[in-house]
Every structure is written in structure tokens, then in C-alpha cells.
């Protein structure tokens, strides 16, 4: 196995969700045997945990997933600084003077996306750009499309902990997406960190009654 096998298993896990062991060990070339092996010692160390899934047929089929403590490996940026001035603007300016705040980032945020989607000529070209802005911020985003248009799916949230005490840091990256992306464009949320899922998911079309694009 090569170097960091642990750590290229974290990853795998995190961006993949769960998997099982014959899923890990095609996934990084090695033996069933071997990825067993650090998955064992994934647990040991409280990194990740199994859960077993009832296939069609058969006996329950074994998962592996991140713990807790596993997605702490992937840390929010800068936590405590954030939650303390997000307290601080709410103390010193209250509730509303927090809601300009978010909406100024938003406003900047869009100005500096826009610039960077302005050579982008159809709304799959957008998609892919958007995502690798949002993976250069630590989102681990990713992005694919299907039968029903394209799913942008971000694997990681580097401001989880600002958007627990505060939704509206996750009300206004949906609103800079949909500005972003242009008019006659739908963008829906299919998952969400916040509710439970392991993941911020969103689906991007083009509108029913919108411009093809």
C-alpha cells in the first residue's frame, strides 16, 4: 500500500460517502485483506464507524463511514474566530446589523463570481466553473450531469460552524448561486448538511418557461 493509506481512506470517505471494504480496496488498488486492515485501525482510532445495510438478497452488507471525529479531520476555517465575531456583531448591532453583514459578503461574493463566469458561454460551463470556485474556497465540490440537468454536490463545509448559529450564511450562498448562474436558471437544495445529510447537494436546471442554455 502506498504512502498515507489512512489518510487517502479519510478522503475517500469523505468525498464518497460510505463504502464498503471491497469498495475502499478497488478504490485505492490494494487487497481486501489490506484495506480491512486500516479500516480496523481507522476505528481504533475513533475515525470511522460501520453500519450494516440490508441488501436484496444475501447477508447485510458491511459500510464504512467517518465518525464524528473522522469529519473533524476536515475542520471548519477558523471556527472560534467566526462564532466570536458573529457573536460579537450580534451584541454590538443586533440581529439586524448581522443580516447586512451576510448580505455585504454576498454581494461581494457575487461580483467576484460573476467576473470569473463572465467568459463561461452555456450554463454547463457555469456549473463546472462554480464548482472549482467553490473547491478552491474548501468545499471539495464536485459537479456531474444527468437526465435532469446537473447536480453540484460540495463534500465539505469549510463555515459549518458559522452556519449552525447563523442559517442565513446558507440562505445567502443559495441566493448567490441562482445570481450567479443567470436568469431562466432553477437552483434547488437536495441536501444539506444542517438537516443531517453528509453533504450540501443542489440541483441546477434551466427554468421550465427559461431560455435554454
Known amino acids: 500500500m502506498s504512502a498515507d493509506p489512512a489518510e487517502k481512506i479519510l478522503m475517500l470517505l469523505k468525498t464518497g460517502g460510505a463504502q464498503t471494504a471491497g469498495a475502499v480496496a478497488g ?3 490494494v487487497t481486501m485483506e489490506a484495506a480491512r486492515q486500516q479500516l480496523g485501525k481507522l476505528q481504533r ?12 438478497v444475501g447477508r447485510p452488507a458491511r459500510y464504512w463511514q467517518l465518525s464524528a471525529r473522522g469529519h473533524g479531520r476536515f ?16 451584541r454590538l448591532f443586533g440581529d439586524d446589523g448581522l443580516e447586512r453583514l451576510i448580505a455585504d459578503r454576498e454581494a461581494a461574493a457575487q461580483r467576484a463570481y460573476a467576473a470569473r463566469l463572465s467568459g463561461c458561454a452555456s450554463l454547463a460551463e457555469r456549473v463546472e466553473a462554480l464548482a472549482a470556485i467553490r473547491s478552491a474556497e474548501g468545499y471539495m465540490a464536485a459537479w456531474q450531469e444527468d437526465g435532469e440537468g446537473w447536480l453540484l454536490v460540495e463534500n465539505h463545509c469549510p463555515i459549518c460552524a458559522a452556519a449552525k448559529v447563523c442559517q442565513g450564511f446558507c440562505r445567502s450562498e443559495l441566493a ?10 432553477e437552483v434547488a437544495r437536495t441536501d444539506h448538511v444542517l438537516a443531517g445529510a453528509r453533504r450540501c ?5 434551466p427554468a ?3 431560455p435554454l442554455a
Open 176 to 185: 448567490l448561486f441562482q445570481a450567479v448562474l443567470g436568469a431562466g436558471v
Open 45 to 56: 482510532e475513533g475515525l470511522v464507524e460501520h453500519l450494516d445495510r440490508r441488501e436484496k
Open 201 to 205: 447537494a443542489y440541483r441546477i436546471r
Open 75 to 90: 475542520p471548519d476555517r477558523h471556527a472560534v474566530l467566526t462564532l466570536e465575531m458573529i457573536e460579537g456583531v450580534r
Open 27 to 29: 478504490a485505492l488498488g
Open 208 to 210: 421550465a418557461d427559461g
